[in-house]
T-cell receptor, first 114, second 116 residues
Framework: AQSVSQHNHHVILSEAASLELGCNYS??????LFWYVQYPGQHLQLLLK??????LVKGIKGFEAEFIKSKFSFNLRKPSVQWSDTAEYFCAVKSAFGNEKLTFGTGTRLTIIP | GAGVSQSPSNKVTEKGKDVELRCDPI?????LYWYRQSLGQGLEFLIY????????KSGLPSDRFSAERTGGSVSTLTIQRTQQEDSAVYLCASSSRTASSYNEQFFGPGTRLTVL
């Protein structure tokens, strides 16, 4: 069975700090990987995704993530955070073939202090 | 519509009552998914429908939960004899299909269910 671990439950940073949120997954086959974001009072929206090719993927709002297959990781990064990045971030994985259901991590709450 | 819509946005019910939650996917999306977001639990897959194939019900937590999708569009998630542990936000998502696989899932705003 697939599983996703997000070890940082709550991260507090000051504006302009650099961000890295960890995501590790457990699955024996080929995967597709996602980061979703949920801003306060809003619904989940896709931040970025990895399907194949370049393991460094860039998403919206200056976010990027790197797929490291040997480490089963897909960490999310942003060089300089803004107050508007305050949100909850979810990493998700699905099998690249056949089963389309997403397995999510428990989420990381990010608080940016102005 | 422009996105996935869900109704009601909030539902408060008494323990033991049945509830129905509705999802309208993005027009043309052939796949529809239900997830549950419980406090401190993250998002948990419940069920998904893809085209005319039999749904994947592997995530439904008990036989009190069921879902149907009529006409390949609107879906209804039904919870019978609700329990307090059913309190959660129920999210619906939909996706389209390309030649080889499905694209990203677009999520609705969710229905917050509170069982008293």
């Amino acid at each position: 069975a697939q599983s996703v671990s997000q070890h940082n439950h709550h991260v507090i940073l000051s504006e302009a700090a650099s961000l890295e949120l960890g995501c590790n997954y457990s699955y024996g086959g080929t995967v597709n990987l996602f980061w979703y974001v949920q801003y306060p009072g809003q619904h989940l929206q896709l931040l970025l995704k990895y399907f194949s090719g370049d393991p460094l993927v860039k998403g919206i709002k200056g976010f990027e993530a790197e797929f490291i297959k040997s480490k089963f990781s897909f960490n999310l990064r942003k060089p300089s955070v803004q107050w508007s990045d305050t949100a909850e971030y979810f990493c998700a994985v699905k099998s690249a073939f056949g089963n389309e259901k997403l397995t999510f991590g428990t989420g990381t709450r990010l608080t940016i202090i102005p | 519509g422009a996105g996935v819509s869900q109704s009601p946005s909030n539902k408060v019910t008494e323990k033991g009552k049945d509830v129905e939650l509705r999802c309208d996917p993005i027009s043309g999306h052939t796949a529809l998914y239900w997830y549950r977001q419980s406090l401190g639990q993250g998002l948990e897959f419940l069920i998904y429908f893809q085209g005319n194939s039999a749904p994947d019900k592997s995530g439904l937590p008990s036989d009190r939960f069921s879902a149907e999708r009529t006409g390949g569009s609107v879906s209804t998630l039904t919870i019978q004899r609700t329990q307090q542990e059913d309190s959660a936000v129920y999210l619906c998502a939909s996706s389209s299909r390309t030649a080889s696989s499905y694209n990203e899932q677009f999520f609705g705003p969710g229905t917050r269910l509170t069982v008293l």
